[in-house]
């Protein structure tokens, strides 16, 4: 898909928002959801995404709704460093399929990096156990 479209409602995203499909949720506001990527690139990453407004990108977002999701981005960055105490962390989004977009709702990567542990390429990979997710979420909720 490319950078502009039609926003999918029924993407996974869009399902978790609605209840319809399962996470490991870390943090909630009226604004944002972060919860734990089920196909983590290293150990403790989270993905945040806005919950008020279907967007597939960032130049679909309102700079309002943009504000409150960055907030969310940087609160939970600093929950996984303390938490996990990482030797580094990676903030990332992408904007269509070209730049590795593969869910076109909105969402922000939140990714330790550990010295001598190399990171899972981008949506590869098997999943998660849901218990270690469970546990790691814990934790980095538990540094907010």
């Known amino acids: 898909m490319s950078i502009n479209g039609t926003y999918d409602p029924d993407n996974i995203f869009a399902k978790i928002l609605k209840g319809k499909m399962p996470c490991v949720k870390v943090f909630e506001d009226e604004y944002s959801l972060a919860f734990m990527d089920v196909f983590p690139q290293s150990r403790g990453h989270v ?11 960032l130049l679909d977002v309102s700079e309002d709704t943009l504000g409150h999701v960055m907030n969310t981005v ?55 156990d849901m218990d270690e997710l469970t546990a790691l979420a814990a934790r980095i909720n538990s540094a907010l």
């Open 47 to 57: 993905l945040v995404i806005p919950k008020k407004e279907p967007a597939r990108n």
């Open 74 to 128: 940087q609160s939970i960055t600093r929950a996984v460093n303390t938490a996990l105490n990482p030797d580094g962390i990676v903030v990332t989004q992408f904007n269509g399929a070209p730049a590795g977009q593969t869910v076109f709702h909105l969402h922000f990567h939140i990714i330790p990096r550990y010295e001598n542990a190399t990171m899972k390429t981008h949506a590869s990979g098997k999943m998660a």
